[in-house]
Every structure is written in structure tokens, then in C-alpha cells.
């Protein structure tokens, strides 16, 4: 296996592109900083702004591991997971850093996102002494009738910055235990996390070819992976604009394809909920990651008599939170990924403003003192929300939360439903009527009763209804749909002779 590109000691580091089992320079020669949200001027790494050649060797590497990986055995297989596992966990706190320092989450939900990372690949390691079919009973007394199930081929897994150890994994290890070889093109924003991920994989004893990595810009190389005839499948979770375009022209060509997009989530809180609870479910929701989450709380429906009461305590709670640095652990929320991302938030607040709805706490950047190298936001918290105003149909992946009145639980449902997302959802309450009620008739593919929008356990299914999914799910046994073929086998006994 051959070394990173060296450099003078003195230089950022250059990283290079993970492809055959070798670590490669770009052919394009270009490399972008890879920069702390927390200090613009802290310059993490120079990674590849690879071109179409690149990603077409990494999928010609990728077509000529296939054949072996996927005769191997499961166990085989599950077992380079396992070590991946044990290696993971032992670069937890070097992983977790990375992803702070990176994307600006605190190091606590660093290390949680990391810890679930581990226990993904766990998993899916147990996976491979899971049953793969059925066996049917047949019309003929002669056939044994049963099905099994087959990787794809080489897949594109395509992921977002904002859980870039978390969500990379979840598409990474069924992949790989299933029998599938993989072009990863993570996020321009948080590559590091990937390439620790994919040094892991590589130190676990991973064969070369059977995970590539290229890094680069998705508006560059994303539909090169996209477009190939030899990729069979294309996984990717990131915004609408981006996913509904990857889904046209993947199943367009006849490739299996499933997109993991926005949310717009909402808290329901009814009038018998623990009040100081529900505000601390939702500020959590809301602020955690700085609302950059696909699950995190934008709308928070309260019901009945206790709006006032629930928009007192929240907005008191918002302005108690302290913003930082995600390496301090005195820091609750940290800063927007990226300068552009802060300026797609600041828009966002214009227009509720404009709208007519009430800001009630934030509402700017912070730009002062400790805050002045970073592209911080304050928590935000916005009254008067109505179910016309953009804020409250659109995603703005910021530290925004809004709060709309509803006179029964009923309006509170249709009010929550009425949006074109159906990620996730919650409600807080102690009553079990409504609880189920609220499970039976919300839009969503996630259902929170009295806990918060945002967290999902590593082995359950996980997406969305409505424009949030293409309908397909991740994760646990629902990961394999993806990415396998069912394959039903007629077995006949030869004639006696
Ligand atoms: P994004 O802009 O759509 O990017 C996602 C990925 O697609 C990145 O790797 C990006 O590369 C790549 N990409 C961009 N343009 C492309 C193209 N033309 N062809 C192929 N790939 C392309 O999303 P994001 O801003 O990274 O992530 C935030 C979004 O993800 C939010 O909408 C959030 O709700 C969603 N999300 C959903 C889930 C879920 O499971 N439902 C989970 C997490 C996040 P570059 O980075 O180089 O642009």
C-alpha cells in the first residue's frame, strides 16, 4: 500500500484520493482547504478537487474488485466490519475531534456520532450470520423453492457534511457485508472524517478496490458516478434540489437509486405536558449541531391555553444557551458548517421577518470577540408562525425554531402534516390516547413520543414519507432492500436413473 503524498513539515497536509487500495494524487492536480467553521483562518487539511477521471478509475478499481468480494463469504466479509468496529473505537476521540474541528458540532455530539459509527458497523458485522431467504413450499413435489439474495455490483454512495461519520457508515457497511464494491464521494465540506473512516477500513483489511474514495465537488464529479452504466446502484442523502435530479437520472438509465433529503419536523406539545420538558425537547431538537440536522425541530405546534407560557420558558432557554467553540465543553451549540451556509440562514430570517412572523430572540450573526473567526448564528426563536410563510414550509437547516398555536390536537396534526416533508415528528404529552392518535395519523417516517425529532437507533429503519425519501428506508434490516436483489432459485432433482 503506498503513503500519502508527503509534504514539508511545515506545510498543511495534502490528502489524496483513496482508489485500488492505493492513496492517489488527483490527476486534475487541484486541492481545496479544508477549513474550521469555528476558525476560518485553521486550514485542516488540503484535499482533492478531483475531476471525471478520477471517479472513473476509482469505478473501473471498484468493477474489477467485484467479482472476488462478492464470492467471498459473509462471514468473511462481516468479519473486516468487525475489526473496523474495534479499530474505530479505538480512534474514537481522534475521529471525533476531526469532525469538530471540521463541521462544528460539539465534541459531545462528536463522540456520539462517532460511538454510532462503531455500533453501525457492528451491526452489520452480526448481519452476516443472519438468514438471507426463504425457502417456499412449490406446486412440485420434485423442487426445492427458495430465494437468496445478490449484491448489486458497484455502488455510488453519495453524502452530506452534516453526520459525515454517521451517515457514510450507514451506507459503507451494508454495502460491503451484502457483497457490494463502492465509489464514496463524500462532502467537499467534511472530508477528514471520511478519510479516517476509510484509513480504518483500509488498516481493518479491506482487499483493494472494494471501497474508493474521491473527493471533490459534487457539481463537478457527482454525475460522472451518477451517469456510469457500470454503477448499479446510487445511495444518497443530501439536499432536494440535488437528490430529486441524482433520482431522474439514475433510475433513468436503470440503475437502483434511493435519496435520503430534507425535513421539516415538528413538536407538538399538548396542554398536559411537563412544560420545562417540552421546551428542553424542543431547544435540543432546535439548537443541537446548530439545527443543521435533517431531523432537527423547525416547528414547534403548541396547543390550547400554554402558548404563552411555552414561548416564555423557550425563549428564555435560547438566550441562556452558550454558543462556542464545539471543542469547549461549556459550549452547547457551535457554529455553521460554512460561511455560505450561515448566509442561507441569515436569508431565511429576512424573509420570516418580511413574512410578518414575530422574532422573538437571535436573529443575527454573531460576529464579536470570541465569535469574530467563525460563522456563528444565534439561536433563534420566531412566534406568530403561519402555515403559508416560507419559514414554516421550507428547510432552513439553521438554529430556527418556530412557533405556531393550534386550538385542539387535531389542528395540531393537520398543521404538522401540512408540508411537503414527512421525516420526522414528535409529541409531548402524558396522555396515551393522544400519543397513539398522533402515531396513527402524522405524516412522517420517524414518530417521536416525548423525546425529541432528531435521534435514530443504529438498527432500525430510518426515513422519510412524502418529498423527505424516495420512499425506501436505511439502516437495519431495511438497508438490505437496497442493497441487494432478491433471487428466487427453482432447485430440481435430476431424473433417477
Ligand atoms: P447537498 O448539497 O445536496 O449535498 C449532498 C451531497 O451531494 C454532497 O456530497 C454534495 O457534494 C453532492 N452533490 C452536490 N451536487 C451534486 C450533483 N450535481 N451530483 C451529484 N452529487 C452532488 O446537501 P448538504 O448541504 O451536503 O446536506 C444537507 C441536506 O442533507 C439537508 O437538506 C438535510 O436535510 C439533508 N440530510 C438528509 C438526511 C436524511 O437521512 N434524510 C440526513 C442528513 C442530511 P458537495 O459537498 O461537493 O457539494
Redesign the pocket.
Known sequence: MSTVTTQPATAVREYANFIAGEWVRPRSGEFAPNINPAHRHQVLGLFPRSSAEDVEAAIEAAARAFPSWSRLTMQARGAILHRAADLLEKRLEEVATALTQEEGKTLAEARGETARGVAILRYFAGEASQPLGEVYPSASANTFLYTTRVPLGVVGL??????PVA?PLWKLAPALVYGNTVVL??????PLTCWLLVDILREAGLPPGVVNVVF????????V??RDPRVAGIS????????R??YD?ATGRGAKCQC????KNPMIVLPDADLDFAVELTLSGAMRSGG?????TSRAIVVGDILDAFTEKLVRRAQEIKVGDGMDPATYMGPL?SES?RQQVLEYIQIGRAEGAELLCGGQALTEGEYADGFYVQPTVFGNLKPHMRIARE?I?GPVVGIMHARDLDEAIALANDVPFG?SASICTRDLGAAMLFAERIEAGIVHINSETAGAEPHVP???VKE??SHSR?QGKAAREFFTHVKTVYLDKPPVR
Open positions: 453519495i453524502t452530506p457534511w452534516n453526520f451517515i464521494k463524500p462532502a467537499e465540506l467534511t471533490g465537488r459534487g457539481s463537478v464529479i457527482g454525475d458516478l451518477v444518497f442523502t443530501g439536499s432536494n434540489a440535488v437528490g435530479r441524482i437520472e435520503e433529503m430534507g425535513g443543521q440536522k435533517c431531523t432537527a458548517v451556509q428547510e437547516f421525516l430510518f426515513g422519510g423527505s425519501s436505511e
